[in-house]
């Protein structure tokens, strides 16, 4: 649901998400690391969990400064996409549950600059995890044939090529976004997030959209 409060709020609304994505997501990637090919899947679902933590943290903080910057949509995002690496962990952290071992992260303070350079690194970190370490992860899950790891990181894999769709786009139209506010959705399964609900099933995990989460 689109709240107007400008002259540019249908405009926007159109364009939002519709816009092609013209940034290019197969050549850059913030915090980029080297995906350990000797580690188990043990070893990669604490790696995932982690990251997740740290991305959720991270975002948690880059919404706040788009709001005292006046870009509430960008604010809603970050907290949408929060909820969604919420999600990730807390997966993730019940499958090293069930194969023994006990879900630890390192927290780091988030490294906070204006909202255009947080979209910017929030679009960069979601491409890495969708590109390169996930389908890692998921190559080594298959190899040892752990069903749980094998859809959790296939399941986040896919939630976090749309993160990076929604930042591309909301990167893309900052600008006329200010002053107006948006809902997003999260899917409770596989962190899916969506600006608008137009199915009954979730597109990643099938699960009903009734579920999701809105977030403003």
Known sequence: MLTKKSGFAVVFGVMLFLLPVCISITSV??????VDNSATTLDNLMTAYNAEVNANARYIAFSKKANEEGYDIAASLF???AAAEQVHYERHGEVIKKLGGTPNAIIETPVVNSTTENIESAFRGEVYEKDLMYPAFLKQAEK???EDAIDAFEDAGAAEGVHAELYAGMLKNLTISRGLSKDFYV?????NAVDAVTSAMCPICLTDTKKFKRVR
């Open 29 to 34: 990637y913030a915090q980029e690391k080297p």
């Open 79 to 81: 907290r949408a996409t």
């Open 144 to 146: 040892e044939k752990i």
């Open 187 to 191: 899917c409770p399964v596989c962190g």
